[in-house]
């Protein structure tokens, strides 16, 4: 089998069974579709049933574990040569798969993590990310971190736009307990290994679901965490990316603490320990002076187009 497809959920039947049809829609037919539910959910069983396409397999753990335990788990059943990653509350497009295989047979490593352009849509617009890929010898810690203007999404990978080796899925599994970056993290760790490329097509193909009236855990701020985080991976790294994932990222998170000290001890951390430029310090006190709520409107507006 070529590809196994992984979708963790729990509680939300609806979506999954959206994702899980845009799964077992795709061109490329040589798939498996595996959802794993994050503890009993009879709910999600149920709507899962009445799919009825032999591809999909369903896996019930018997307790809650989160989306990273989760994704080990269907990794570790999955009978493809890759698994492709798939968030409940995410789309593809028809031919993702059929193109990321296409783009793994240009590899030159023998792992390649193949991952997609992708449509970010909010209330407000539809936003294309990354809105730039790597360029030749860029240190990708810096190409998904470091920004070129003041809103994020220059570079950028999402976990429903990542196919890779399954073999390199359980080497790496994703780091169980981890709230925020899961997808950051695992690609940061992933790329230590020689064997290991990043490669992306050019296309948008997976459709990202920005909805903000329900519980994300993109919505979540467990800023102390990633901070944490942060430190004890220093070594994934570059000192200009540590002090964007500082300034930009966590500080994200933190600013609505409105806490002066926070502000204090997370610029203090990026210029100890890492090197940050002109474009780090004004993103970083736009991020402490405007509400998330206000950011996000300016950010629509300045580098998203409205919907149709």
Not at 116 to 135: C, G, K
Not at 242 to 249: C, E, L, N, R
Not at 259 to 265: G, H, I, L, Q, S
Request: hydrophobic letters at 40%; charged letters at 25%; glycine letters at 4%.
């Amino acid at each position: 089998m070529d590809v196994s497809v992984v979708i963790p959920t729990c509680n939300r039947p609806e979506l999954a069974t959206r994702a899980v049809r845009s799964a077992l829609g795709q061109s490329h037919r040589d798939l498996e579709v595996i959802v794993v539910i994050d503890g009993p959910d009879d709910d999600t069983v149920a709507a899962l049933n009445e799919i009825g396409d032999e591809r999909l397999r369903v896996l019930v753990l018997p307790e809650r574990g989160k989306a990273p335990n989760a994704r080990n788990q269907g990794v570790a059943i999955a009978e493809g040569r890759y698994v492709a990653l798939l968030d409940d509350d995410d789309e593809w497009m028809p031919d993702k798969i059929e193109r990321q295989l296409e783009l793994a047979g240009t590899a030159t490593k023998a792992s390649p993590i193949v991952a997609t352009r992708m449509i970010s849509r909010t209330p407000r617009a539809d936003t294309v990310m990354p809105r730039r890929l790597p360029e030749p010898g860029e240190p990708l810690s810096e190409y998904l971190l470091v920004r070129r203007g003041l809103f994020y999404g220059d570079g950028f990978i999402q976990t429903s736009t990542i196919m890779a080796p399954t073999e390199l899925l359980r080497r790496v599994p994703f780091t169980v307990g981890l709230r925020r970056q899961q997808e950051l993290d695992w690609t940061l760790r992933a790329l230590q290994h020689d064997d290991v490329e990043l490669l992306y097509a050019p296309e948008p193909l997976v459709l990202w679901h920005q909805d903000e009236n329900r519980e994300r855990i993109s919505l979540q701020n467990p800023w102390e965490e990633q901070l944490a985080w942060a430190r004890a991976n220093r070594h994934l790294f570059t000192p200009r990316a540590y002090a964007a994932v500082t300034m930009s990222v966590i500080s994200s998170m933190a600013a609505p603490t409105r806490d002066a000290k926070v502000f204090r001890e997370l610029l203090s951390e990026a210029r100890k320990n890492g090197q940050p430029g002109p474009l780090e310090y004004v993103t970083f006190l736009q991020i402490w002076a405007l509400p998330p709520a206000v950011r996000h409107r300016v950010r629509d507006l300045v580098v998203g187009r409205k919907n149709a």
